[in-house]
């Protein structure tokens, strides 16, 4: 047996917090562009459109600040279970502002429905098709850093993947399409005469935030409140527990502590003194747990 005990519970992601600082640049001067843009040429679902990039940028910002504290932390031994909770916490800080500033969007759509004005759609259409340049381009850089991190989807259970890289992906998809319904939206004005389908895109547009926030959050809640009651992997680890027929598993907690990695709390009630290594290595069978504690009660018959 070799006695090594380790508390490497997070990996730092260098690559992939370039690629989030390099996104932030981009969508903070195409943001700036947009906004006075907005107000100058007087369309709505541009400035819904930079508004909604300003959350992103925000989002980007908090994000590479994650990655970056959790990594000069790594080695903190106040953090119990390491430093990985630090990138969780900045993608349910981005779900949060998210939500909020999308009414931003909405107070200014129901404002340019009630009361109209002269669009310069010309202008207008430029700088959304500019903005719409950037979104792509970004989301081809955050998309290959995605495809960086291919290797940890092996594993059959959930939750392996990078959730704030993942995050800024999901911002960068969701303000791409902010931005096509503000060009429909100047397109549909331009050429229809359909000026109301301007502030009706700023609509769309506060919707699909909105929703998209919720999904952030509905992600992240879980991770930071340590809720894995029913993760299938508690199953599979007291199944191969109690499959001798002679150990029952009284007590478990799963906690995550990384991408994919959990450690493991668990206590067994069993009939025969096979001693703690016997169940550390049908622990060890599980390539998630990157830590676990357990407590043997020895169940003599009467």
Known sequence: MICKHEHDFYIPEKR?????????????ITMILEIISGYVFNSVALLADGIHMSTHALAFLIAYLAYHFATK??????????????????????GILLFFMSFLILEEAFSKLLKGGEIKYDEALIVAVLGLGVNIASAFILHEGRHDHHHEHEHPHKHHHDLNLRGAYLHVLSDALTSVLA?????AGKFLGLWYMDPLAGFVGFFV?????????KETVPILLDREGYNPLIKDIVKEIEKDG??????????????????????IETTEDKGVEYYEEK???FKEIAHANLELRICVKE
């Open 209 to 217: 935030i909105v929703s998209w926030s919720y999904g952030l959050l």
């Open 283 to 285: 622990i060890s069978k």
């Open 73 to 94: 932390f790594a080695k903190d031994k106040s953090f119990t279970f390491g430093t990985w909770k630090i990138e969780i916490l900045g993608a349910y800080t981005s």
């Open 183 to 187: 060009l429909l939206g100047l397109l």
């Open 16 to 28: 992939a917090s370039r690629k989030v600082l390099l996104v932030f640049y981009l969508t903070l």
């Open 246 to 267: 002679k150990s029952k598993v009284y007590d478990i907690h799963l906690l995550r502590v990384g991408r994919g990695s959990y450690a493991c709390i668990l206590g």
